[in-house]
């Protein structure tokens, strides 16, 4: 689509960029993107985030810096996990069943 876009418009591809930046994704500072991030959660718009940074592995480095913690001072993104295991961090249901060390040998 954006291909189709730019010879539409005859733009070149620094052009094409400015022109469908904005819809692939957030610019700005941290402090910027956790405000806007807030207002999304506040009105229900989003209940998550996927993240992934402009330029690798730099990018990197400033989401967990600068960008978390803006997060985390708004109250958006979690500063501890509740659980002690992945499956309850994730917020899933205990396996159906749950076999000893014995039973494990046996069905082996």
């Known amino acids: 689509m954006a ?10 591809l620094r052009e094409t960029v400015i022109a469908l930046g904005p819809q692939r994704g957030h610019v700005g500072t941290p402090s910027g993107l956790a405000d806007k991030f807030a207002r999304f959660v506040r009105h229900g718009a989003i209940d998550g985030f996927n993240v992934t940074p ?4 730099d990018g990197l480095d400033d989401i967990v810096d600068l960008l978390v913690p803006e997060l985390q001072e708004r109250g958006i993104y979690r500063t501890e996990y509740t659980g002690t ?6 917020g ?7 076999r000893s060390a014995p039973d494990r040998q046996q069905a082996g």
């Open 3 to 12: 291909e189709w876009q730019a010879q539409a418009h005859g733009w070149s």
């Open 54 to 57: 402009y330029l690798i592995p």
């Open 85 to 90: 295991t992945l499956r309850e961090n994730l």
């Open 92 to 98: 899933l249901r205990e396996p159906l069943t749950h």
